[in-house]
């Protein structure tokens, strides 16, 4: 079945650090790519999406290339703020357009 | 715009109880989904309802039912309570297509003892 695999965490970076949170999935066909965050306490939010090969998300200073000859979606920040301090979760929809998610990966931006 | 919401935001029930959840889905979305969150973990799909029926389930046992109403708004019932059923029970609201991104609440932190 399809699935999501990401980078272990807690990721924790400096403020003003650049970020990158690995992301690759395994799927049948070509499924949609999404990025989502969990700030504590909270559901999840969407913070953005790629629906093809090449597709650029970006939202908030984060972005994500949908590369299908990889299977990736790596997730990138260049300056992190302690504001961003969460837990981000990768994610694809497949044809029965039913959600798989990643494990989320934790990150903590200290002042 | 009105967003998903759920409730009861916390529960506490005894193992071999019975317990529904409830959601509101955003407004103009058809589309209602129920995921489990265990701790630290990313949320599994529970099932998704269209048009009052249930069209797509996760690998979660029948003691997962669940409705979805005129008005889309959404029930996730769990009978026969388990221990590692404890988790933040999310909803997400959607339209029907491929494309179209998962909205969710701010879920209801269920915990079974």
């Known amino acids: 079945g399809d699935s999501v695999t990401q980078m272990e965490g807690p990721v924790t970076l400096s403020e003003e650090a650049f970020l990158t949170i690995n992301c690759t999935y395994t799927?049948?066909?070509?499924?949609?790519l999404f990025w989502y965050v969990q700030y504590p306490g909270e559901g999840l939010q969407l913070l953005l999406k790629?629906?093809?090969?090449?597709d650029k998300g970006s939202n908030k200073g984060f972005e994500a290339t949908y590369r299908k000859e990889t299977t990736s979606f790596h997730l990138e920040k260049g300056s992190v703020q302690v504001s961003d301090s969460a837990v981000y979760f990768c994610?694809?929809?497949?044809?029965?357009?039913?959600?798989?998610f990643g494990p989320g990966t934790r990150l903590s931006v200290l002042p | 715009e009105t967003g998903v919401t759920q409730s009861p935001t916390h529960l506490i029930k005894t193992r071999g109880q019975q317990v529904t959840l409830r959601c509101s889905s955003q407004?103009?979305?058809?589309?209602v989904s129920w995921y489990q969150q265990a701790l630290g973990q990313g949320p599994q799909f529970i099932f998704q309802?269209?048009?009052?029926?249930?069209?797509g389930r996760g690998n979660f046992p029948p003691r997962f039912s669940g409705l979805q109403f005129p008005n889309y708004s959404s029930e996730l019932n769990v009978n026969a309570l388990e221990l590692d059923d404890s988790a933040l029970y999310l909803c997400?609201?959607?339209?029907?297509?491929?494309?179209?991104?998962?909205?969710f609440g701010n879920g209801t932190r269920l915990t079974v003892t």
């Open positions: 790629a629906t093809k090969a090449d």
């Open positions: 407004s103009g979305h058809n589309t």
């Open positions: 309802y269209y048009r009052e029926e249930e069209n």
């Open positions: 994610a694809l929809r497949d044809y029965g357009q039913n959600f798989v």
């Open positions: 997400a609201s959607s339209l029907a297509g491929s494309n179209s991104p998962l909205h």
């Open positions: 799927a049948t066909g070509y499924p949609s």
